[in-house]
C-alpha cells in the first residue's frame, strides 16, 4: 500500500492498494474504526451508504467486521433512480437491503431509503426533514466516471442547501450503470433520480471514498489532482477536513503522486 498525505490548500489521505478486494478490505477497516471510536462515546451513529460496482467490496467486508454495535447505528441512503420498482436487478434499495442490511449480525437502528416510486418532491422532503435532525458521522461514498458525486453530475450544484434534490442523469452517467451490467440498454436506463445533495454529503464529520477500476482513472486524477471545479463534482472532496480516499492501482494510474 502506498499512502500519501497532500497538504497545502487542502488535506486528503490517499490509499493505493493492489487489487479491488484489498482496498474494500482497508477501506472497511477505517470505516470500522471509526464507527466503533463515534460507538463507545454516543448513543446513536449515523451513517450514509453509497451503492454500485465501487462499493461491493467496501460493504462486504464492512457487513463481516467484529466488534461493531449495528443496532445503534442509523443510515442514510445516497440516491436512487425515480420510477424503478425495487425488484429492478440496478435497484439501489435492493442492492442496500441484499448486500448489506440483510447480512449484518443484527438488525441496524434504523435506515432511511430513497423511494424513488412516488411522488419525488414530497421524498425529498421526507428525506431532508430526517437527515436534518441529525450529525453524520461518517459517509462511504464512490466517484463516478464522470467524476459525480452520488448523482450529482457535472456541473454539480455546490451551493443548494437542500439535502436531496431531484436531477437529471447525464449520458456519461447513464452509459456507466449500462456498462456495469445494471441494463440491458442505454434506453433502459432512468434519466432521472433522487440524489443527496453535495453540500449535505459534504457535511459528514468523515468521508472515506472508495474506486476501483481503470475507467475511473481519468476522474480520480481530476478529483485529486486538478482544481475544485463543478465540471468534476469530486473535485469538492479537496476541500473536506477527514476525507479518505481507497483505490486499487488501475484507479490511480493516471496521478503523478509519489
Not at 465501487?54 to 457487513?63: G, Y
Not at 435506515?111 to 450529525?135: H, T
Request: charged letters at 20%; proline letters at 6%; aromatic letters at 6%.
Amino acid at each position: 500500500m502506498v499512502e500519501t498525505k497532500m497538504e497545502g490548500r487542502f488535506s486528503m489521505q490517499v490509499n493505493i492498494l493492489a487489487t479491488p478486494d484489498d482496498l474494500g478490505k482497508s477501506a472497511a477497516e477505517s470505516a470500522a474504526s471509526i464507527l466503533r471510536e463515534r460507538l463507545s462515546g454516543q448513543r446513536r451513529v449515523h451513517l450514509i451508504l453509497a451503492t454500485g460496482a465501487s462499493q461491493f467490496a467496501t460493504l462486504k467486508h464492512l457487513a463481516a467486521y467484529p466488534g461493531i454495535e449495528w443496532g445503534r447505528v442509523a443510515c442514510f441512503h445516497l440516491d436512487e433512480y425515480l420510477g424503478l420498482a425495487e425488484s429492478h436487478p440496478a435497484s439501489f434499495r435492493k442492492y442496500l437491503r441484499e448486500r448489506f442490511v440483510e447480512v449484518l449480525p443484527e438488525p441496524l437502528a434504523s435506515f432511511e431509503y430513497i423511494d424513488g416510486e412516488g411522488d419525488p418532491n414530497a421524498e425529498c422532503q421526507r428525506l431532508a426533514s430526517a437527515i436534518q435532525q441529525v450529525e453524520i458521522d461518517l459517509a462511504l461514498i464512490g466517484i463516478g466516471e464522470n467524476g459525480h458525486l452520488a448523482f450529482n453530475d457535472p456541473p454539480a450544484d455546490f451551493s443548494t442547501e437542500s439535502p436531496y434534490l431531484v436531477v437529471d442523469l447525464d449520458e456519461a452517467c447513464r452509459q456507466q450503470q449500462q456498462g456495469e451490467g445494471w441494463f440491458p440498454t442505454l434506453e433502459a436506463v432512468p434519466t432521472h433520480a433522487i440524489s443527496m445533495s453535495v453540500k449535505q454529503i459534504l457535511k459528514s464529520d468523515s468521508i472515506i471514498c472508495s474506486v476501483p477500476d481503470e475507467r475511473k482513472a481519468t476522474a480520480v486524477q481530476r478529483a485529486v489532482e486538478g482544481e475544485v471545479n463543478p465540471d468534476c463534482p469530486a473535485s469538492i472532496l479537496q476541500t473536506h477536513p477527514s476525507m479518505q480516499l481507497y483505490l486499487d492501482e488501475a484507479a490511480a494510474s493516471k496521478l503523478t503522486l509519489s
